[in-house]
């Protein structure tokens, strides 16, 4: 099912993810977030399962960050790879301040699905960014990289 995800928090990048779950065999959503977690677009999902799936991946990039400022040399984070039961998660970084997330089943192929997801990301790249929120106080929030 195509996602519920108001127009306001950009369904019209819509196509771009489900272009995405269409072309990788076994691939079944995508949700495209800022990294602070909100929805921007998403595929195969209604409007709640999206915005769990953006608070997970926000959380699982923000995690990683955290270890690679800790242990790796930087914060930089190209992507996360969960292996579930039944699934594959993959989070990655998709343009400053946005984040994109797909699941798939057990049978994708992780490489082809991986690939696709960086050459979407690097295709369109500046259409991803999120723009800085502004606060209660009108100055502009700097989003999480």
Do not use: C, N
């Amino acid at each position: 099912m195509v996602s519920a995800v108001p127009p306001s928090q950009g369904s019209d990048l819509t196509w771009l993810l489900s272009d995405l779950v269409q072309r990788v065999r076994h691939t079944r959503s995508a949700v495209l977030l800022s990294s602070d977690g909100l929805t921007r677009a998403a595929h195969g999902l209604d409007q709640d399962g999206a915005e769990r799936m953006a608070a997970i991946a926000s959380g699982l990039i923000s995690l990683a960050r955290s270890a690679g400022a800790e242990f790796g040399g930087g914060d930089l984070v190209r992507q996360v790879v969960a292996e579930l039961e039944e699934a594959l998660l993959f989070v990655s970084s998709a343009g400053f301040g946005s984040v994109l997330a797909v699941l798939a089943g057990r049978e994708a192929d992780a490489g082809v699905l991986g690939y696709e997801m960086a050459q979407l990301i690097k295709s369109v790249r500046p259409f991803l960014a999120t723009p800085a929120r502004e606060t209660a106080a009108g100055a502009a929030r700097p989003p999480v990289r």
